[in-house]
């Protein structure tokens, strides 16, 4: 750890310590827009300017990923459903109730639900194996920022081309995909590197509480003092990055909302509504994105100490499984977050699926649009509800966690009761989609607020894209194998709540991860110098 001097002759403090903070001067903005001119221990995000920049790039990528997220299945499905055909028949598929349909795959066919999972894995796949790169040299120069925002840009300009191919055929099944595949491989990179400057700004907090510090004591008592008013800056930071993100997806879904209410086509099929929606998404993320550029601090960070990136990369990531033995919590929380996040994705994809066969495909799409619309709004107030609480109630951020936690098991349980023919409930009825979008939803927000303030608590100075990334390094391990699991169980049963099965197991062991880990021996290790594992090592 660099323990250099300032021109003050002051120590640099270690993360972890909270220090009274001096008023910005009124030549931060400057610093903020000529990141080049700090000196080494210049803090480039101390300034609300900062804030207002970093949140308009994760405002910028909402438009974009609420349609993808969301449009895009809906789209693949309804193609996926009109180029499929009865199995062993040549009769068009059923679009509402019960729906036996196949469709090319490969060199064979498969359940058309399938097709859309059996890319959901490969996407998955695809994220983690560019996670790799980007998470094991984004801490190092100024490519943090330049990565960042090249690859907000090409997240958006990849969504511009859906609204040119109108037709449902299977060679624009084919292109969508391929689409859908490259925008989840460019995710992943904004996304790691975004994660990553949450414990930045936890660090450079002055913005947050401008209040004398608390006790620097060593006490316990002084020790959960500055924890907690620490966990209170991050719950903050993660909160607003997530409601920014939330804000461009509500505003991109409220376009799609009015394009299918007025469509004329849109009581009918709202297929062409979704493609003119992400369209649209994609417009909107492209100019915010570049706006930001010209905003967003560069963070500086050490000199790469090798110019091969890709064999950098690969060094970094073999020293942070190493470091396990020096930072284990991060680690346990790291993989009961990757079970919980896979679990969930892929079941909220189940409940969009089975939302659309419940309604009708292309009859039921204006009603879907107004249930993804919904649904992030909901989110949206979910984390914003426990921003507020957590400062005031007494709760321990993991006992909001275990409650969360409880909300998403219960839902993954309901459905599943579905896979019987003689039990009316399990989402088979459309009251019950608007009940599990008004609990489950902001619940998902919520948790994922927390997962991220608590994880950030505990990365290690120096390291945040590294561990950031460590997320979906593991991910890139198990990520893949539940959808391909969903894909496998639905193509032998053509029943959507079968899926769910794999994802109630997940939620149970995901749980277990949550209870072993320590948030505060987590915050302790932090404060140890990452230097010092070469140390250890050689002894």
């Not at 840009?153 to 995909?177: D, H, M, Q, R, W």
Request: charged share 15%.
């Amino acid at each position: 750890m660099d323990h250099t001097q300032s021109t003050k002759g002051s120590l640099k403090p270690e993360y972890g310590t909270v220090v009274k903070q001096t008023p910005a001067s009124s030549h931060s903005s400057d610093d903020v827009e000529n990141p080049e001119l700090e000196s080494p221990h210049s803090r480039p995000l101390k300034s609300k300017r900062a804030l207002w920049a970093w949140l308009l790039v994760c405002f910028s990528t909402g438009p974009t990923n609420g349609v993808a997220s969301r449009y895009i299945p809906a789209v693949l499905q309804s193609v996926a459903n009109a180029v499929g055909h009865v199995p062993g028949t040549n009769k068009p598929c059923a679009t509402r109730g019960k729906i036996v349909c196949v469709v090319p795959f490969g060199p064979g066919e498969v359940d058309y639900n399938s097709y859309v999972l059996y890319l959901s894995a490969i996407s998955r796949s695809v994220e983690g194996a560019l996670t790799l790169l980007i998470a094991g040299v984004a801490d190092y120069g100024h490519y943090r920022k330049a990565l960042m925002i090249i690859s907000i840009i090409l997240f958006g300009a990849f969504a511009l081309p859906f609204a040119s191919f109108t037709e449902k055929t299977y060679s624009n099944l084919v292109t969508y995909s391929a689409l859908w595949l490259t925008m989840a491989a460019v995710s992943a990179a904004y996304g790691t590197i975004e994660s990553s400057y949450i414990p930045l700004f936890m660090r450079e907090s002055g913005w947050f509480n401008r209040s004398p510090a608390v006790s620097d004591s060593a006490t316990p008592a002084g020790n959960e003092a500055r924890h907690k008013l620490q966990l209170n800056i991050g719950t903050r930071a993660s909160v607003l990055a997530l409601i920014a993100g939330n804000l461009g997806s509500i505003l991109s879904l409220l376009i799609g909302v009015i394009i299918a209410s007025t469509s004329q086509s849109g009581a009918q099929d709202g297929y062409r509504s979704f493609l003119i929606a992400i369209t649209v998404g994609g417009v909107l993320t492209v100019v915010l994105g570049t706006i930001g550029w010209f905003f967003v601090p560069s963070v500086r960070g050490p000199k790469p100490p090798s110019k091969n990136l890709a064999f950098l990369a690969l060094k970094n990531q073999l020293a942070l499984l190493k470091s396990y033995r020096r930072y284990p919590e991060p680690f346990k929380l790291c993989i009961g977050w990757v079970l919980w996040n896979t679990a969930n994705s892929n079941f909220q994809s189940v409940l969009g699926l089975a939302f659309r066969e419940i309604t009708g495909l292309g009859s039921g799409d204006r009603l879907y649009t107004v249930y993804s619309f919904l649904g992030v709004v909901l989110a949206s107030l979910g984390s914003l509800t426990w921003m507020f609480l957590y400062p005031v109630l007494k709760w321990k951020m993991k006992s909001y966690a275990y409650f969360f936690f409880a909300i998403h098991i219960v839902t993954a349980f309901w459905g599943t009761l579905g896979i019987s023919n003689n039990v009316p409930i399990g989402f088979k009825k459309t009251p019950e989609f608007w009940v599990e979008l008004a609990v489950l939803n902001p619940a998902t927000s919520a948790l994922r607020a927390c997962n991220r303030v608590m994880y950030a608590a505990m990365l290690p100075k120096g390291k945040e894209a590294h561990f950031t990334g460590l997320e979906l390094t593991i991910d890139l391990a198990v990520g893949w194998i539940n959808p391909l699991v969903q894909s496998v169980i639905q193509d032998a049963t053509h029943n959507l709540r079968y899926p769910m099965l794999p994802n109630l197991f997940l939620f149970l062991v995901a749980g277990g991860f949550y209870l072993w880990f320590d948030i505060e021996k987590g915050i302790e290790d932090s404060m140890k110098p990452w230097e010092e594992e070469a140390v250890d090592e050689a002894q």
